[in-house]
C-alpha cells in the first residue's frame, strides 16, 4: 500500500518534485490532539513535525525525567502560559489512570477537557510492548517509533493485541519521503527499468554517528536492547519489501521472499582493537592516546559540535540541559557542563549493573561493553511466484513483478555520509541509481538517462518525519469527523496495514537468526512455525 497524497509530475534535471501528503482545512476546536510518550530525540521529532506540518495538536507530555518533559511541554504545549491539570505526565502509566477518571467524570456528565485522540509512543525500543499494551484498551489510535519492539514475541504479542478500531502505524518513516514516494512510483507505476532482477541498498550509518548511539549510547547492548539491524535498520528492510514485495495500489497479492541469509559481526569496536598507548584507560579524558583517537569523546562532542556552536544532537543526548545552558550562558559554561558529564567513570570495584545500566559519553570506545553489529549485511531472494489464471486472465501479466530477484542490504558504521541512503536497482529494461537526493534512470534501449531531484522538504528522514505525521494526522481527523471507517483511513491515509509491520519485523529477525546460526531462512516455513505457529 501507499499513503494517499498529492503527486505532482516529477520536474526532471532542473526543477523539483513535490510529493507531499495533504490536509482539509479543519475547524480549530476539533483538531486531533496528540499525547508524546518519551520526550527524548524522537520524541521532539515527532511534536515539531506535527506542529510545523499538520492539522493536530499537541496536548500533553509524559516523560520521567522533569527538564526533557518541561523542555517539549514549553516548546509545543504550554508555551510561556501557565501549564493546566492533564497537560503533563511522569509516565504513561500516569496518563492512563487520568484518562480513565477523566472518562468517569465524564461519563457521569461533568464538564471536563476533552481527551487526546491519538499517541505517540517514543520511549526506549524496550519500553514500546508494555506501553502499547497498557494503552490499547483506552482505544486510542498508535503510531509507534520503529522498531515496534525489541523481540519477535513482543512483536506477535502486539499483533494480536491491537484492536481494529484504531488506527496503528509504526515509525518507518522512510516510506513517506518525498524521495522514496518518487523511487516507488517510478518503478512500480511508470514502470521505468521493467521489472527487477536485483537491488542494492546501504545505509551509511556514520563513522562516529556510530560511536554515539551504538557503542557509547543506549544501542550498544544486544541483551539490553536488540541487534543493531532492528534497531538502527528496521526500516531500511521495510523499504525494501515496500519496493519488491507490496504491488501498487494494493492490486494483487504481495510476492513474498523465498529466502533470507545474513552475515556480519561487531569488527572493531573492541578491546582487541584498542591502541596500546591506551592502556587500562576506559576513559578519554583520562586516557594518553587520547589526541590521536578519532574517537576522542571531546573531540567528537566538543571539537566537532559544541565549539561549532551545535548544541543539539547529539549533545543533548549526552545531557539534555547543556542546549539550554549554552543559550543562556554561552560556550565556556556548556563546555564546562560538557566535559564534566564526560569525564563520568567507573572504576573496577564499580558493580557491573551500574555500569551496564547507562550511557557513559566520555567512555573509550574499545571499552565499551558493546557487542552489535557494526558491519552487517543481509540477501533476500525472491523465487517465481506468478498469479493463477483467476487471479489474472491475460498470461503475459501473471509473472509481472512476480519473478526472481534478489536484495542485498548493507548497514555499515565506517562512512562518511551519516545515514543518507544509496543504492542501485537494476531492471530488465533499464537501472536506477539513488542517493537521498537525486534518483537517476537509466533506459538500455535509448542509451539515455533522466536525472530526477525530488523535492527536499526538511526536517528528518528527507522530510519522512513530517509526512508520517501528516498522513497518521489525517487518518485520525477521517475517522474523528466520520469520513472514513477506520480501515479506509488506513489504507488511505497510512498506507501500511499491521501485517506488513510485522513482516518487515519478522525478516529482521528472520536475518539475525541467519547470522547467528549460519543458514539460510527459508521464508515461508519460517513464518509458519514462528509467526503463525
Not at 498522513?471 to 466520520?482: E, F, G, L, S
Request: aromatic share 8%; glycine share 8%; charged share 25%.
Amino acid at each position: 500500500m501507499i499513503p494517499n497524497t498529492d503527486v505532482n509530475e516529477p520536474v526532471l534535471q532542473n526543477g523539483t518534485s513535490r510529493l507531499n501528503g495533504t490536509h482539509e482545512p479543519v475547524d480549530i476546536d476539533r483538531r486531533p490532539r496528540l499525547l508524546i510518550i518519551g520526550a527524548g530525540a524522537r520524541g521532539n521529532a515527532y511534536a515539531r513535525a506535527v506542529t510545523d506540518s499538520t492539522l493536530g495538536v499537541i496536548s500533553a507530555v509524559a516523560e520521567p525525567v522533569a527538564y526533557k518533559r518541561e523542555s517539549l511541554g514549553r516548546k509545543y504545549i504550554w508555551g510561556a502560559t501557565a501549564k493546566v491539570a492533564g497537560q503533563e505526565f511522569v509516565d504513561w502509566k500516569q496518563f492512563v489512570q487520568h484518562e480513565r477518571i477523566r472518562r468517569e467524570r465524564e461519563s457521569a456528565g461533568e464538564m471536563v477537557p476533552p481527551g487526546v485522540d491519538g499517541v505517540f509512543v517514543c520511549t526506549l525500543d524496550e519500553m514500546h510492548a508494555e506501553a502499547i499494551a497498557g494503552l490499547v484498551p483506552l482505544g486510542l489510535h498508535i503510531m509507534c517509533e520503529k522498531p515496534l519492539a525489541t523481540t519477535l514475541h513482543d512483536c506477535l504479542q502486539i499483533y494480536r493485541t491491537i484492536p481494529s478500531e484504531a488506527i496503528f502505524l509504526i515509525g518507518h518513516v522512510l516510506r513517506y519521503s518525498p524521495h522514496n514516494m518518487l523511487l516507488r512510483k517510478l518503478l512500480l507505476e511508470e514502470d521505468v527499468i521493467g521489472d527487477v532482477v536485483s537491488i542494492e541498498h546501504t545505509e551509511p550509518v556514520g563513522w562516529w554517528h556510530f560511536s554515539h548511539s551504538y557503542v557509547r549510547g543506549n544501542w550498544r547492548k544486544e541483551s539490553t536492547t536488540a541487534p543493531s539491524l532492528l534497531t538502527k535498520s528496521c526500516h531500511d528492510i521495510d523499504l525494501i519489501l515496500w519496493l519488491l514485495c507490496s504491488p501498487p495500489h494494493g492490486k494483487y497479492k504481495e510476492h513474498l521472499p523465498s529466502h533470507i541469509s545474513s552475515s556480519g559481526a561487531l569488527s572493531y569496536f573492541k578491546r582487541s582493537r584498542k591502541p596500546p598507548l591506551a592502556g587500562e584507560a576506559t576513559n578519554c579524558l583520562k586516557c594518553p592516546a587520547e589526541r590521536e583517537c578519532i574517537y576522542s569523546a571531546k573531540k567528537i562532542y566538543n571539537e566537532r559540535h559544541l565549539a561549532e556552536g551545535n548544541a543539539g544532537w547529539p549533545i543533548h543526548i549526552v545531557d539534555p540541559e547543556i542546549e539550554d545552558c549554552f543559550l543562556t550562558q554561552g560556550y565556556d559554561a556548556a563546555e564546562e557542563k560538557l566535559m564534566s558529564k564526560l569525564a563520568e567513570d567507573y572504576s573496577k570495584n564499580t558493580p557491573q549493573s551500574i555500569i551496564d545500566g547507562r550511557p557513559w559519553f566520555g567512555r573509550c570506545v574499545y571499552e565499551s561493553n558493546n557487542d552489535v553489529c557494526d558491519d552487517q549485511t543481509v540477501t533476500i531472494t525472491w523465487g517465481d511466484d506468478p498469479l493463477s489464471p483467476d487471479e489474472e486472465l491475460d498470461p503475459s501479466k501473471r509473472l509481472k513483478g512476480r519473478g526472481s530477484k534478489t536484495a542485498s542490504f548493507h548497514m555499515v558504521a565506517f562512512t562518511e555520509k551519516q545515514c543518507e541512503r544509496r543504492g542501485r536497482i537494476y531492471g530488465t529494461r533499464g537501472e536506477i541509481e539513488y542517493d537521498s537526493k537525486t534518483i537517476r534512470v537509466y533506459d538500455f534501449a535509448s542509451g539515455q538517462s533522466e536525472v530526477y531531484k525530488p523535492h527536499q522538504p526538511g526536517g528528518g528522514h528527507g522530510g519522512g518525519d513530517d509526512a508520517l505525521a501528516r498522513q497518521y494526522i489525517n487518518a485520525i481527523d477521517a475517522v474523528k469527523t466520520q469520513r472514513l471507517s477506520v480501515k479506509e483511513a488506513q489504507t488511505k491515509h497510512v498506507g501500511c496495514s499491521l501485517e506488513e509491520i510485522i513482516r518487515s519485523h519478522a525478516v529482521v529477525f528472520a536475518a539475525e537468526e541467519s547470522r547467528k546460526e549460519r543458514k539460510v531462512v527459508a521464508w515461508s516455513d519460517w513464518w509458519k512455525m514462528k509467526v503463525e505457529g
